[in-house]
């Protein structure tokens, strides 16, 4: 199995006073040197705690759609990033490090 580049942190929100405790995290990551079928593991742990509840990704171009799978039992180590082909619409392959650039993100999760 392999992986897209650890999450960077862009800019991290806060729950507000007497909030719920989700944290919102704005984040970048390169695409997979190896792409896996299926999707390739984002480990989201750098930035959250254990769980990562919703995550919406996008390319640096135009010629990828990015769909996020949780992990198991939403852990934020394991979910997933699977990249599509705009044009064909296939699940893409091969190396995606350097042809998506740099993805973007934004994730709801918790810091504990």
Known sequence: MSAHTSATLVKKIPPPAGGDGLVCVIFTFTGSASYDSGGSTLD??????????????????????????????????????????????????????STPGTCYGIAWGTDA
Not at 62 to 78: E, F, L, M, Q, R
């Open 44 to 97: 989201l742990s750098g930035l959250f705690g254990n769980l990562v509840y919703h995550c919406q990704v996008s390319v640096g171009n135009d010629d990828k759609v990015c769909n996020w799978i949780p992990g198991s039992s939403y852990a934020s180590a394991t979910g997933k990033v699977r990249m599509d082909d705009v044009s064909g619409g296939a699940e893409a392959s091969g190396n995606l490090s």
